[in-house]
């Protein structure tokens, strides 16, 4: 096992080399290799020198959860323990975060929704934790296939939530979300978010820098607020702190308190431009008068139905969200510009994603918004439904 | 070190409250005492609780003067809270405290001390839970439990007042059987849950069940119970602390209830492991208790 002493300035405990994350993510050299998500995690976990990471089995993000025990084995990172279930677990996490450590822990659908009444809690009390999200589809009925409507769920909890398309963007966002979520003026929790299965399971080719090298440690006494250790005024602290001081201003400190998670979650936009080079994607013919809003493996999708579509003559293009909160609305209504049919194809039967582009583009765009084509509880999302959706809109008569 | 965030600023030192001063200069931290922290040294140093918002006379609040003048090392100690009475006091305690959810504390607690025994191999920091029944047996039965389970080195206190007194009197788990509650309108139909021997079975290597009728008996169950559970594993109070309000007593007539109690519900239970038992000898031995 390591120890934090062996720790120095150049290195961390497991000895690898201290960089930044910009060093990291766009300077060190990469080589090819061949992975899961799954496999890909441990690999972006290996290189944060996280502190700690709690576990609990849940398909299809148990793998994922079983790569950083063995890190912890390997002496890479500091404590990993099996909770008790979800609830649990993300209790755990929320008080290693509150003492000062980098945390990252995974989840998938039941588990989520079962840890539910933490993901406010965790912004609520600003640590900057990680939750890598494998999207499942929830209960009832049972269903362990990827379908992401419980990110529904996730989205006014004051947490940042990114969305990775593919195996290369779980590794570099899960570095990267770190980063931002440990700046002291953001220092809210950040989920990142990828297709279960489509992603946790699917080998992809992807390049990674070597892994003697890792980023410097989470530095807790720049938090906004103190960690609790005892090592930091003031000495009578109480997170959270407006617990019932006096019920005459917690109306007040509440409101205020609530306002300024969400502001901290806006106040990452910056940071996840730089690194995430953007907080949308847009690929296709730049000029096209019909566009795929989309985030994770819908993307994929998407950019298929555009190659074929281009086949046919009809020129598209696919704008990939690859931030949900904060929501990138500027970004969206600047690639919708000359659009005139937007298609939200998405792997849920209620279109929150399609909710939340019709909420962003409300009294702003006079694109017309066609929601779908939508898929759930594992069906796949063939490119060819999402051509036949748009064929049926600009070619009513003929049909696909 | 923890003592340290108790120093006040010289430039500020004129705009202080008294009582921020008084923590500096006349609290009883674990440095400054050649012997343990106990109850004998309240009347003349600075309590850690300033004041509290409770009803008038209710045992809870004394107990936590009980409690918090017997940490053995209150400057590297951290509570850990839940929902309920309990957290009407916690923005009084003069130490880093957490109010997470209700009945999460004992998991809370557990990363909390997991990741400062990683972060300060060298330096002892206790990790206690402080909640009431409903948060320790009820919502929270589970983590409560599986903290045992892991053998966390955590101390869980409960103050156990047989009811949801926060919320308006409504049936606990702790509550006993027959007693009429509200949710409960004909009577308590189960017998109150015997949490003090679970613990045992769960693994706490010190599980106590007994009432704050005694200042002294509860200090020494803290002090004991915090040593063990940084030491050798977790460790259990079950501290009677009546709500008179939803019994029907007077401000004055906690004490005896408590006192009553004594010789029933609440007729001392101790359960110390083998392990446990040399360890206090040892400390005894070094004056540590």
Partial sequence: ???????????????????????????????????TGSEVLKEAVKRCTVDASVSYPITPQSEAAHLIGELWAEGYVGVYFRGENEFGVMSEVAGCAMAGARVITTTSGPGTLRAMENFPQWSGTRIPCQLILMARGINSPLTIQPDNLE??????????????????????????????????????????????FFVSHTRESVMLPEDDIALFPYEPYKAPLPPIDSEMPPGRFLRDPFV?????????????????????????????????????????????????????????????????????????????????????????????EGVKYAFVPEFNVVGWLDKEVRTALYGNSKTDIVGGPRVAGGMSLPAEAIIKEVMEKINPTKGA | MGIDIYKINPEFRDIMPREIIELEENATWSFKMDKPRGIKQLPQTKELLEEHSLCAGCPEAAALRYVLAALPKPEDTIIVNSTGCTSLMFPHIALHTVHSLFGNQNAVASGIKRVLNWRFPDTVKDVVVLAGDGATVDIGLDYTLQSFFRQENITTIC????????????????????????????????????????????GCHYSINMTASAPKAVAKAVREAILVAREIGPTYLNIYTPCILEIGLSANEGLGEMKDQDKDRFASYKYVSPEAEAFLKQCKKEGRI
């Fill in chain 1, 151 to 196: 990110v529904s769920f996730m989205l006014e909890t004051g947490c940042m939530i990114w969305y990775a398309e593919n195996v290369q963007e779980l590794f570099d966002m899960t570095i990267a979300a770190f980063i931002v979520a440990e700046k002291p003026d953001v220092h809210v929790p950040i989920i990142t978010v990828v297709d279960g």
């Fill in chain 2, 159 to 202: 103050f156990d007042n047989e009811v949801y007194a926060n919320t308006g009197g409504q049936e606990s788990g702790m509550t006993p059987k027959g007693q009429v509650f509200k949710m409960a309108p004909l009577g308590k139909k189960f017998e109150k849950v015997k949490m003090w021997e679970l613990a045992k079975t769960s």
């Fill in chain 1, 244 to 336: 019932m001081k006096s019920n005459y201003i917690s109306y007040a400190t509440h409101a205020s308190w609530q306002w300024e998670v969400r502001s901290a979650v806006e106040r990452s936009r910056p940071y996840a431009k730089h690194f995430l080079n953007g907080l949308a994607h847009i690929t296709g013919t730049k000029d096209a008068e019909i566009a795929f809003i989309t985030c994770g493996t819908a993307a994929h999708q998407a950019k298929e139905a555009e190659r074929e579509l281009m086949k046919l003559g009809v020129k598209t293009k696919v704008i990939k969200l690859r931030t949900i909160r904060p929501f990138p609305k500027e970004e969206l209504l600047e690639a919708l």
């Fill in chain 1, 1 to 35: 096992m390591s120890t934090i002493k062996d720790m120095t300035a150049t290195k961390n405990w497991s000895g690898q080399t201290l960089v930044t994350a910009d060093h990291m993510l766009f300077e060190a050299p990469r080589t090819k290799h061949f992975m």
